[in-house]
């Protein structure tokens, strides 16, 4: 008796959708070509992308709908998954959101009177282990994509209604990217999100709406001045070489002579345009009024403010935040130099999302979850 072996047909894999979040024009343009259509169709999608934040091409009336189905067969508009989302009593949002491979960044929405600012990850993890930020303790996993870049300020733009971005009262008014990472050692794709960013015909926010934070990334200091030309803010947090390199292990390579000297070059700097340093109060460690005064010395000539920023702890850290006395004192120091001294108010703390609290203080807490979990079963 002869066997006959069943023949098994595997269903064809389907090539994934190529995401045009975080294509640029010229991008965005080539793509299409490919499918064979005209160049003014990549300004008609990237209006819908980015004006009106649509994420589903049938959305996109302005084209024919044979159009619209060719585009959803090959491409994407992505989102991110939210796997977190908390909004704290003083109106601070966070959202902890999953990428496509799986790895995780956090942005942070916090609303003032006169602004809405969104803080943005570049990394996922941090390579620069700074000694006082729970952040800098993550191993660094990879850069962020520009479209993972972007992508985070769509999701703020979804969740705050600000789609068509054209609204005179936006909500969303600012960007910063002072989240997990050093943007600077991922400039390629920070500078392409950014471009995005300031599109006039579809994010559109201004350069001068824009800030960037770097721990001191010297090189790309200038490069940053010339080709994206946003506002800069340097983590200081010490006035000599010596605490420093405790507090910002990349002193070691670019010390604070260098550091200063390319914030004076810094292109575009002026009174109207200023340097931000930052400066993180810790208790007995930078706090003095010498320490203060040294400031003022080391950054006279550059047109400057000072964010004196109150310490927020984590388990197992070293130090301590300044007290308030300290911290206004040190503060007048400042002010009576000449510079705006504002002590920036700790936002979001009770759902971790102040300065230096990002990602890791999240993935204590799913651990706090899954333990709970884990006790809840047992007990049933």
């Known amino acids: 008796m002869s066997t006959v072996a069943a023949t098994v047909t595997e269903a064809p894999v389907q090539p994934a959708l190529k995401d045009l979040v975080g294509l640029d024009r010229e991008q965005l343009a080539e793509e299409l070509k490919m499918l064979g259509l005209p160049k003014f169709r990549a300004g008609q999608i990237w209006h819908w992308i980015y004006h009106r934040g649509v994420t589903d091409f049938a959305a996109m009336t302005t084209l024919a709908k044979p159009l619209r189905a060719q585009l959803a067969e090959h491409y994407k508009i992505g989102r991110p998954e939210i796997t977190r989302e908390q909004w704290s009593e003083d109106g601070t949002a966070k959202w902890l959101l999953k990428f496509d491979d799986g790895n995780e960044a956090e942005a942070v929405f916090i609303p003032d009177d006169d602004r809405g600012t969104l803080c943005i990850s570049s990394q996922v993890g941090c390579t620069l282990t700074c000694s006082f930020c729970h952040t ?182 070293a130090y301590e935040c300044s007290d308030d006395e300290t911290i206004e004192k040190f503060a007048q120091v400042v002010l009576n130099a000449g510079y705006a001294s504002p002590v920036r108010t700790p936002r979001g703390r009770d759902i971790l999302a102040a300065c230096g609290q990002l990602k890791s203080a999240s993935e204590r807490l799913r651990k706090k979850d899954r333990i709970a979990a884990i006790a809840a079963a047992s007990a049933g």
């Open 136 to 317: 800098g303790t993550q191993r660094l996993v990879r850069n962020l994509t520009a479209g993972e870049m972007v992508a985070q300020i769509l999701v703020a733009l979804d969740r705050l209604e600000g789609f068509p971005t054209a609204q005179e009262d936006r909500r969303l008014t600012n960007i910063v990217l002072m989240g997990m990472g050093e943007p600077l050692y991922n400039f390629d794709n920070v500078k392409r999100a950014m471009m995005i960013a300031m599109d006039g015909e579809g994010l559109g926010l201004s350069k001068r709406r824009i800030t960037l934070s770097t721990s001191g990334i010297v090189p790309e200091m200038e490069r940053c001045g010339e080709e994206i030309g946003v506002n800069l803010a340097v983590s200081l947090h010490a006035v000599n070489d010596e605490l420093r390199n405790t507090l910002v292990p990349i002193n070691k390579k670019y010390p604070i002579k260098d550091l200063i000297e390319a914030c004076k070059t810094y292109p575009g700097v002026n009174n109207a345009r200023r340097i931000t340093f930052e400066y993180v109060m810790l208790k007995g460690v930078n706090d003095s009024l010498e320490d203060a005064r040294a400031l003022v010395k080391l950054i006279e000539d550059i047109p400057a403010k000072i964010n004196l920023i109150p310490f927020n702890p984590w388990p197992g850290v």
